[in-house]
């Protein structure tokens, strides 16, 4: 039996899927270049090991297993905003994300014209309880672009308050603390500072975050929007991991969905 036909056949496949994908866990260095780089001073997201990025619907072309190749150790990837919009390439992330081994996490983009429970049950309903996915997102910022919650401005305690409520109901569903993302602004205005028993995902592009949330403990940075990747179309947002390498294996396994 001439074997030769077969085999060049295989070689042929493999070569056109791409590399293979890597472990999650398994921690690949940062290839990345940024189109707006910031001299950060002291506290530069180089002396981070793992680094990872967010996606949205802008990013419409995403390699993922080149770019888990590049350097990509995690993926926060946008699923619902409010209570009733669901990002159209969210199953498409999460399922590209998964299979080229990165770690994935899904954010909830919060609304104040739309009750807490309301937006839990809508994330609930979309995001599906993955083995091994990163903790659940809630992504605290003013939402100067929607047409009906665009001046809703509650207080600081009504704030904390729809936000505990969604937590709770999230946390009892996924089996999992959720992380807050937030804004420099809207940390400031609502006190979240106060807002104790929660890793935080910080969002500070221009200082570091020891400069824009003095004495925040935070877990994620994200340190830039203008990251350019192998793998992915257009700029996309930067970050890492608070930790060294053995904190990020550590945190894994605590963390993770089981």
Not at 240 to 249: H, L, N, Q
Request: positive net charge.
């Amino acid at each position: 039996m001439n074997l030769r036909p077969a085999l060049a056949l295989i070689a042929f496949l493999a070569a056109c899927s791409g590399p293979a994908a890597t472990p999650v866990g398994k921690i690949v260095p940062e290839n990345f270049r940024d189109a707006d780089p910031v001299a950060f001073q002291g506290q530069r997201p180089a002396r981070y090991a793992v680094h990872g990025i967010d996606v949205a619907r802008f990013q419409k072309s995403v390699n993922w297993r080149q770019a888990r190749a590049n350097g990509v150790n995690f993926a926060f990837i946008k699923a619902t905003e409010g209570g009733d919009l669901m990002d159209p390439m969210f199953k498409s992330h999460w399922q590209g994300a998964g299979e080229a081994g990165v770690a994935r996490g899904a954010y909830h983009f919060y609304y104040f014209c739309t009750r807490p429970e309301v937006q839990a049950r809508w994330f609930i309903r979309n995001v599906p309880r993955t083995p091994g996915a990163l903790p659940p997102v809630l992504d605290m910022e003013w939402n100067p672009f929607s047409p009906t919650c665009a001046h809703r401005r509650p207080s600081a305690a009504v704030v904390q308050d729809e936000m505990r409520r969604f937590l709770r109901i999230i946390r009892a569903h996924y089996g999992q603390e959720p992380i807050i993302y937030t804004t420099p602004r809207f940390y400031k205005e609502n006190k979240l500072g106060q807002f104790t028993g929660h890793e935080f995902w910080l969002r500070t592009t221009a200082k570091t975050p020891r400069e824009t949330f003095p004495g925040q403990r935070w877990r994620f940075w994200q340190y830039s929007a203008t990251g350019l990747i192998s793998g992915i179309e257009g700029k996309v947002d930067l970050n890492a991991f608070s930790g060294r390498p053995s904190e990020w294996k550590r945190w894994l396994t605590v963390r993770a969905a089981r």
